[in-house]
């Protein structure tokens, strides 16, 4: 990348502003990785502060009991287990949500939703909707056969917030799927964008290079309407921290059990703040539907 051009997006992006397809593809083809997250860093805080937000969430099983050891301080209650079609889908739902109370639920992935219910996807994500559901939890762009369709839908059946993902995507499709994010953003109420793959390949393991260039690709490439996040369990809390410095701004599935066999320093929401706190940010709760909870003081005071 010349100094001109460098200098010409660093102005844009520090109003606020993306880069265009045409300028993604060269960044995406450049070397050098610093320039690229130096870019993404000041996109995101133009976009979206100093503020990183994130989510605890629990993991309940259909048919499993809901006790309050398991919720622990979920902020997001996830059904587990595949879809199922609509009508049993409906009926976990309602199941569960008896035992979360007010809990935001999210379940499934959208494109198994789409492949079952087809030309029927609206009317069954309506249903989902009236039965207590409150997120889709996965929407993957290199899954769903019309991903803006299918954004549509959910915002034609009443769901808040949509939060794309990238299934198992290798290295060479990452930018192409971040241009999909983009164009999705556009037809519904997209509320963040996981760019790393949530199934991992243990064949073709990708790289720290290649995620936080995803990540940083990702936020150059968003509406400040749109959080880039990335995962805690599945990345870990070194990868995720770092991300923070490529454009990152949200982490998600931290923790919802307060246990910590290793002592109450090492208790998890308390690691996971220090880890936001030490990259230089603020660390503010939220909850599933991407309401802001609670905002962190300092780590330890």
Known sequence: MGSTMWDDWTARVAEGGVLSDEELREAAASSDILLIGMLADAARRAQRGRAVTFVRVAVVEAGAGVTPELLGGAREVRLGGEYPGVEDA?????????????????????ADIEAADGSGLTAAL??????????????????????????????DAGFPSV?????????????????????????????????????????????????????????????ATASVQVDWPRYGPKLAQVALAFGADDVYGAPAG????????????????????????????????????????????
């Open 90 to 110: 409906c009926r976990q739902v309602a199941g569960l949500r008896a035992g979360v109370g007010a809990v935001p639920m999210s379940a499934w992935s959208l």
């Open 126 to 155: 309506a249903r989902l909707r009236a039965a207590g559901l409150d997120l889709v939890a996965e929407a993957p762009m290199d899954r769903l056969l019309a991903p803006e369709r299918a954004v549509a839908a959910m915002a």
């Open 163 to 223: 939060r794309l993902t990238v299934d198992k995507a290798g290295a060479e499709d990452r930018l192409a799927l971040v241009l999909k994010a983009r164009a999705a953003c556009t037809a519904g109420p997209v509320a963040a964008f996981h760019p790393l793959p949530l199934v991992l390949n243990p064949f073709r393991p990708t790289t720290g290079y290649e995620d936080v260039r995803s990540v940083a690709l990702a936020r150059l490439a968003l509406p």
């Open 258 to 301: 307060e246990a910590a066999p290793d002592g109450p320093r090492r208790a998890p929401l308390l690691e996971l703040r220090r880890h936001i706190e030490a990259a230089g940010f603020d660390a503010v709760e939220r909850d599933g539907c991407f309401r802001t909870l609670i905002s962190s003081g300092t780590v330890g005071a």
